[in-house]
C-alpha cells in the first residue's frame, strides 16, 4: 500500500484530519459512505477493508454495516470497477486519437 499521511487521506475522502483521527482510534463509528471513500481513495476493493476491520476485535465499526448494507457496497464497488475500467479504455482511445493527430499535424 502506498505511504499516504492521515491528513492526505482524510483530505481526499472530504473529512477534517482530526475526525479521521478518531476513526483511526476507534473513538467514532465508520459510516459505510466514508468507507467506500476511502476504500476508492485507497484503491483498495471494500471487501479488503471489512476484513481488516472484521480481524480487529477493538473495532466497533464493523458491527454497524449490516449485511443489506455490505451487500449494496459490494454491488456498487463491482459497478464502480467496471465503470472505471471503462473509462480507462476510453482515456486508452483518446489518447491515441491525439498521437494520430499530432502526427498528421506534422
Not at 487521506?9 to 465508520?30: D, T, Y
Not at 476485535?57 to 454491488?75: A, C, F, G, N
Request: net charge negative.
Amino acid at each position: 500500500m502506498r505511504n499516504l499521511s492521515q491528513e492526505n487521506v482524510a483530505e481526499a475522502i472530504g473529512m477534517s484530519p482530526g475526525n479521521f483521527g478518531k476513526i483511526e482510534r476507534g473513538e467514532v463509528a465508520l459510516s459505510i459512505e466514508n468507507l467506500e471513500r476511502i476504500a476508492f481513495h485507497l484503491e483498495l476493493p471494500l471487501s479488503s477493508l471489512i476484513q481488516e476491520n472484521q480481524a480487529n476485535e477493538h473495532s466497533p465499526d464493523y458491527s454497524t454495516v449490516s449485511k443489506t448494507e455490505l451487500t449494496r457496497v459490494q454491488q456498487n464497488t463491482s459497478q464502480l470497477q467496471l465503470e472505471v475500467e471503462q473509462l480507462k479504455r476510453e482515456v486508452k482511445q483518446l489518447h491515441e486519437e491525439l498521437k494520430k493527430l499530432r502526427n498528421n499535424s506534422k
